[in-house]
């Protein structure tokens, strides 16, 4: 006796995903977006099939990793696409902020080769792209390549562009995927990347003429690179040319406009009069909600255009769980390094404004005032924090409202440079008892006098507003 069991006919797909213009649920930065991507097995009943990497502010995210499910031809397979937004990565990822969702059957992606669907419960779009993951994951056909570049646009005001680049190909005849990422090199006009393999498969399809698009950006720390520039080719094209150039078309395209540069520098006071960091009185000790008096202060420079605020909080929670609080606190150091740069840029083009976030002990005060008399004749500001309820007279002198500062021997300020703002002064009380920062108030004040003293230093060097 006989019997046969018949298979249902199946195959291996690979999905890649990106999403446009998502909902942003975060205050001081972007949404730091995750794909969860689940079937459903039952009324709202859904399994989770797999998850992409978590990107970092960004609200048009390309993951890179595939998702790669079984597609099983006669059933129908409904498929929701979730985009979490994760701030808390020990939290589990679907106790967090949901940003939308797409939900379609895994059939129609894989007839239409992609798609692209509105996200719902949020904003954008998503499009999803499959592919069969025998012939993606083929070890056969792949290219082995090396990129460099020479001469390349440089971003950074204070150094070079730190360059990578990216691979996209065409999906459609507006819309392009990515395919690889290369590791950044800083400090480096003329970058040369560590050689990789793809196969062609990824690359391209297996089609040589398929449009690429190669895009060169330096890199920043908060996930805000700037581009530098980009160029199309296909694999064909690149056998057969070696060179390429890297045009930003929006530079290339963009009206030139007069204006100033504002640069902003901040230092932070981790010396020992701030308390030890691991007791609660601490002014370096933070909230449940990972705030102190150091934290608020630094975002009162809250302009969506500034995109170093995210980068500054970084850097202040990876110094402060790591640095031991000594002495003394002195300020000269900090004003002579922002003086050095502010000396070089005198034309108009270039302001810059230091902002110093300290508990008031301060122990150079001689030195300090000597060195903003000096500094009071180039184009630059100080913005001074006090943290905690110490006491501050000192920091007023350094204010010299009444009158222009004079130091020790007798040189007085060309003009009034310095702005103090006492922290504890905003603090608020709410109608409920509930005690808040005056978060609006506090930034007022910090920002109020630079507008007055940037025009100051303009004025007293005959320069009037840049011409494009």
Known sequence: MSSSISKKPSTTVELAIKCKEIMNKDMMSKSDPICLVKQKTGVNKFEELGRTEQLKDNLSPEFMKKIVIPYNFEERQELRFELWDVDKPDKKVEDQKLLGYVDVSLGKIVNARGIEAKIEKGKGSMIIVAKEASSAQSSEGKLHLKFG????????TFGKSDPFFIIHKSISATDFMKVYESEWIKNDLNPTWKPFSISLSDLCDGEFNRLLKIDVYDYSSNGKHDLIGSFETSVGQMVNTRSFGVINAK???KKKYGGMVMNFSVAIDFTASNGNIRSRISLHHRNDEGENDYTVAIQTNNDPFCSGVRGILDAYYHTVDNVELYGPTNFTPCINRIKAIAKSHQDGRQYYVLLILTDGAITDMAETKKTIVEASNLPMSIIIIGVGSADFSSMIDLDSDDALLKDEEGNTAARDIV???EM???????????IYWDRASLAYQVMVEIPRQVLEWTSKRGIKPLKS
């Open 251 to 253: 530079k290339k395209e």
């Open 149 to 156: 570049a020479t001469k390349l646009d440089n971003k950074d």
């Open 419 to 421: 702005q103090f703002v």
């Open 424 to 434: 504890s002064k905003y603090v608020k009380k709410a109608d409920n008892g509930d």
